[in-house]
């Protein structure tokens, strides 16, 4: 029985423990969203493409070694000699000579039974001759082992190589520009959720207030100091309220679900952003970025800068066409039957070397590549000085929306001192009697409104100070 509420100690505990809420900083949404995302191991799978791709590219800078081997069955054996041979005296062939000159006929009539015994002669000589020029090629066997070495080909290696580098080192510039647009969608999202949290608590302010003023109005209806009119006005508001505080609700839940989407948790993890974040932190006041260092560190000018060196290398790889191309092979090659003996039933072997040459001449499809290519290069050139000036225009607005999201805040905070002044003036007064409950709930309204709109201001600075880091190139990222 003890073990038994033990057991039942440990999995309540246990659930407990699982129902509590996972509480959230700022900084650790940011470390699980770059860890534990798909769009990050996308990303270092790229980088890891591109690298073994440039080392593919390197490689070809060595020599390249290869073995082939063939085997061939055929039907016929090979012979050197034909079977019948044409001469000054005749056709020579296996049954013998046939003589074709005419003196030699008359003697072949003349004297038959030599003719006859030289024709026989003839012919099993031939005959021996031609059985030995016969190739048994039936089973052919041929292995061979050789080294390529490119000694100069216009430079392609060395432009490929450049041009994998420079892809590489932009799969590596997107990772982090990836990485970058995933820390701003993640404060977003952790900063909404903080917002529609203190819309949630506001809501629930007004909820009461409203409903204190509902009990306040009914006493006072009552006494016959508050008309029905009054109460259904309070009702109304207390509607109103009511429905705003659904909506936080909702509104937390939905918010909720997308950071934990960004981060790569569960969408229904019951998350808590840490209270510690808070919206009224001291906001930037240094915009002194160096317009040079700003563009630096901005991945649009880095992935262009890379674009422009591969479109260069790519005007290398096209006038690599016009330039000579030497290689260099040495190979081991063994055969049965054997080359080196008559074609022997017997494995040998022999070495060979050679060097290869093309010159083109005309060629004018590689002159009209290298053109494109040179335009092609010139348009990224293009590119940059257009990004440039735009990087320069992001930087100055988002400098200046941060100073008016920080003058809109400073705002929002005074109207909301007076609001909650004005409030407890019209508390105070309607407790006195001369304020209606029209009048104050016109004021918990304002205050409300006010409130809101602090909240507000708030969240749009955060916003403002995350895209101006982000254009300046400040936004540090984890690795």
Same mark, same amino acid.
């Given at each position: 029985?003890k073990?038994?509420?033990i ?5 309540l505990?246990?659930?407990a ?25 996308? !990303? ?8 073994? #791709? ?5 490689? &070809?800078?060595?020599p ?5 081997g063939?085997?061939?069955w ?13 001469? &000054?005296?005749?056709?020579?062939? %296996? ?34 001759v ?10 052919? %066997? ?28 932009? #799969? ?19 900063? &909404?959720?903080?917002s ?17 003023? @509902?009990?306040?109005v ?18 109304? #508001? ?10 936080a /609700? ?6 909720k ?16 952003? !840490?209270? =510690? ?10 915009f002194?970025?160096?317009? @040079? ?11 262009l ?35 080196? !003996?008559?074609?022997? =039933?017997?494995?040998?072997?022999f ?12 060629h004018a ?12 290069? =010139?348009?990224?050139?293009? /590119?940059?000085? @257009? ?5 320069? %225009? ?25 609001s ?10 309607? #407790? ?9 709930? =016109?004021? /918990? ?13 708030a ?15 400040? %936004?540090?990222?984890?690795?």
């Open positions: 029985m073990r038994l509420l057991v039942l100690s440990g999995i505990l246990g659930c423990m699982y129902a509590q809420p996972v509480v959230l900083t700022l900084d650790s949404c940011r470390r699980m969203a770059l860890h534990s995302t798909v769009k990050s191991r996308i !990303d270092d799978e790229n980088v890891l493409a591109a690298k073994y #791709a440039r080392q593919s590219v390197t490689a &070809r800078f060595f390249q070694v290869s073995a082939n063939v085997y061939l055929n039907s016929r054996h090979a012979h050197l000699l034909p079977q019948t041979m044409e001469t &000054r005296f005749g056709t020579m062939g %296996l049954n013998g000579l046939t003589y074709n000159n005419p003196y030699l006929q008359i003697a072949e009539q003349l004297y038959p039974d030599a003719a006859q015994s030289i024709n026989q002669t003839v012919g099993s000589l031939y005959g021996d031609y059985r030995r020029f016969d190739l048994d090629m039936t089973h052919v %066997l041929v292995g061979q082992v050789g080294v390529v070495q490119p000694v100069y080909v216009g430079g392609r290696i060395i432009f490929s190589h450049k041009m994998a580098r420079s892809i590489e080192r932009i #799969a590596q510039i997107n990772a982090h520009k990836n990485k970058t647009d995933l820390v701003v969608e993640v404060e977003e999202a952790y900063w &909404r959720v903080i529609v949290r203190e819309k949630q608590k506001l809501a629930e302010q007004y909820v009461a207030l409203v409903k204190q003023l @509902e009990e306040e009914s006493l006072a209806q009552e006494e016959g100091m508050a008309t029905s009119a009054d109460m259904l006005q309070v009702k109304m #508001a207390l509607s109103e309220a009511e429905s705003m505080l659904a909506q /609700q909702n509104g937390l839940v939905l918010s679900m997308a950071l934990c989407q960004a981060v790569g948790l569960p969408l229904n993890t019951d998350i808590y952003p !840490d209270d =510690k974040a808070q919206l009224d932190s001291v906001p930037l006041t240094d002194s970025a160096d317009l @040079e260092q700003i563009k630096s560190h901005r991945e649009e000018l880095q992935l800068g890379e674009l422009h060196n591969v479109a260069k290398s790519g005007v290398g790889l096209a006038a690599a066409g016009l330039q000579p191309n030497i290689v260099a092979s040495a190979n081991y090659v063994i055969t049965n039957p054997n080359v080196a !003996d008559g074609f022997k =039933k017997t494995f040998e072997g070495f060979s070397a050679g060097l290869a040459v093309n010159i083109p001449i005309a499809s590689d002159i009209l590549a290298v053109r494109a290519a040179k335009h092609k290069a =010139k348009s990224v050139e293009l /590119q940059i000085e @257009e990004a440039q000036q735009k990087i320069e %225009l992001q930087a100055t607005q988002s400098a200046q929306k941060v100073i008016e999201a920080s003058r809109r805040l400073v705002a929002s905070k005074t109207a909301l001192a007076h909650e002044e004005i409030l407890r003036y019209a508390q105070d007064s309607y #407790a006195e009697g001369v304020l209606t409950a029209t009048d104050l709930m =016109k004021a /918990q309204t304002a205050w409300n409104k006010a409130y809101t709109g602090e909240i507000d201001a969240i749009a600075l955060r916003m403002a100070e995350i895209t101006y880091k982000k254009h300046t190139g400040q %936004l540090l990222v984890d690795n």
